[in-house]
């Protein structure tokens, strides 16, 4: 008898947990809710995008997504819509290249109100398995806890690379693959057990790459496609700390130069194009087709002094893959000077059509700029414009493509800031973006309004990275470096 009384009560618990829609007042608004997940495009394989109800007064929301094709899902709870996994992945799967609608209700005091459906569009261009970023706090004054995380964009799941609880006092940053394959990675390493981590298929091994004809140790990373080189800058940084509200921290290169740097024979190969008295260079990227590198070049100017008169343009210069020998001149292809802007962080889109870059007023150090946006430059013609699609007024940085060139990654303070968070959009034929979704989340507004990290450098990998953390820590705290050289 206890039995069916203790039943009879789960029933009615269960029944009295989930409230049914009843002659809702309509509202011809969309519904307010976290993150702003109104009319985006997403790919067929994205995790549920779970929101919450940030509109006043309300006890429960009831949330219906129905499409063409397959079974609709149902959520009816306090304020988080939280979607089953499997029901969801088999309904994108069902309405690829078409649309679901979200109809959203609310109970409020006075009954319930149901607000104007939106879509979410399910794009037939597939993304890759997942993202890996930096976790840090958004200081950067001290190395407190910090790591490299790679996120399955299928799931919510999220596993650690590499964290500095490994060793005390190191600090992980500058994590690049090649076009998305984590088989092929680069990761540099600061602190006393200090290096460059490079992994190529199954060799994991820590480099030395200060020379006494380079500035300093390898910092910021970029593969040649065909894995044969990495192209990297030498860096003497500075950082500073700003008074002011919108301006909190800045990193200045006091002098800069690129060196590429041959895996296969530890050789470091130098342009005297590259490396001139007269000019800060930073930022090297390759062409889609390994023939050009692209980077960023800035008159020298009297650090720290001058630092806001820093204004690096869009270069750049021959590279021939065969010899490794650099062309005889560099061409300008953004000009940013002349506006009185200042490019970093370009990345070349993979299918060779596009560069998109970051614009500021001054420096390379764009994450802290609270006016730096993002451009695209078609390489075929030459023209530039404004995302505008997909930025804010806050900061957009720290962007990366998709190995197919369809989908691109970015670091975005919109939301608070101070905490980058990341968001991802679709690029079409034509060259235009899709509004913007931040990365889903099993309990979103809980979820970021909790965490104590920003998310730098979003990466796409194309499959889970094989890593192994203790034999990370064996390599790092090994006294063994290999040094490089700098070639005849």
């Known amino acids: 008898m206890k039995k069916y009384i203790l039943l009879s009560l789960l029933i009615a618990l269960l029944t009295s947990c989930s409230t049914a829609v009843k002659n809702p007042t309509m509202i011809a608004e969309y519904p307010p809710i976290f993150p702003d997940y109104v009319n985006v495009t997403i790919p067929a394989s994205i995790a ?59 109970k409020q005091k006075n009954g319930w109100v149901e607000y104007k459906p939106f879509a979410l569009y399910i794009s037939q261009h597939p993304i890759d398995y997942g993202l890996v970023y930096r976790k840090i706090a958004p200081g950067y004054e001290v190395y407190s806890k910090m790591g490299i995380y790679e996120r399955n964009l299928s799931t919510f799941d999220e596993k650690p690379i590499i964290e500095n609880t490994l060793v005390p006092g190191m600090c992980v940053n500058c994590h690049a693959f090649n076009q998305a394959d984590p088989t092929n990675m680069s990761l540099h390493i600061r602190g006393g057990q200090g290096g460059t981590m490079l992994q190529k298929g199954d060799e994991l091994l820590m480099l030395n790459t200060k020379t006494d004809s380079t500035l300093s140790a390898c910092v910021y990373p970029y593969w040649h496609p065909s894995g044969k080189y990495i192209a990297y800058s030498v860096n003497e940084t500075r950082q500073s700390f700003h008074a002011v509200e919108n301006e909190r921290i800045e990193v200045m290169d006091m002098a800069s130069d690129i060196v590429i740097y041959q895996p296969d024979t530890h050789n470091i190969l130098l342009s005297d194009k590259l490396t001139r008295k007269d000019a800060f260079e930073t930022f090297p990227t390759f062409s889609a087709d390994g023939t050009k590198l692209y980077f960023c070049s800035a008159d020298a100017k009297n650090m720290p002094h001058e630092y806001k008169d820093v204004k690096y343009n869009l270069c750049s210069i021959d590279f021939n893959p065969k010899t490794g020998v650099f062309g005889e001149k560099t061409d300008t292809l953004v000009n940013a000077k002349a506006i009185n802007k200042s490019v970093s962080f370009p990345r070349p889109s993979y299918d060779g059509k596009y560069i998109m870059f970051t614009l500021s007023d001054y420096g390379n150090f764009s994450i802290w ?120």
């Open 369 to 488: 700029h609270k006016e730096a946006d993002l451009w695209l430059l078609n390489i075929a013609d030459n023209t530039m414009r404004s995302l505008d699609e997909v930025n804010s007024n806050d900061t957009e940085s720290f962007h990366n493509w998709s190995s197919n060139s369809r989908w691109f990654v970015f670091s975005s303070r919109r939301d608070d800031g101070l905490y980058t968070k990341p968001y991802l959009a679709l690029i079409d034929e034509n060259g235009k973006a899709s509004k913007p979704f931040l990365l889903p989340q099993k309990t979103p507004q809980s979820f970021y309004n909790y965490s104590n990290f920003a998310y730098n450098v979003p990466d796409f990998v194309k499959h889970p990275m094989k890593s192994d953390l203790r034999e990370m820590e064996r390599v790092i705290n090994s006294s063994e470096r290999t040094p490089v050289s700098v070639r005849p």
């Open 48 to 106: 549920p995008m779970n929101f919450n109800y940030i509109g006043s007064d309300c006890s429960r929301i009831d949330v219906l997504i129905q499409g063409e094709h397959g079974e609709e899902i149902r959520v009816n709870n306090k304020n988080c819509a939280d979607f089953p996994l499997k029901k969801w992945q088999k309904l994108l799967e069902n309405n690829i290249g078409d649309s679901l609608t979200v109809t959203v209700s609310a």
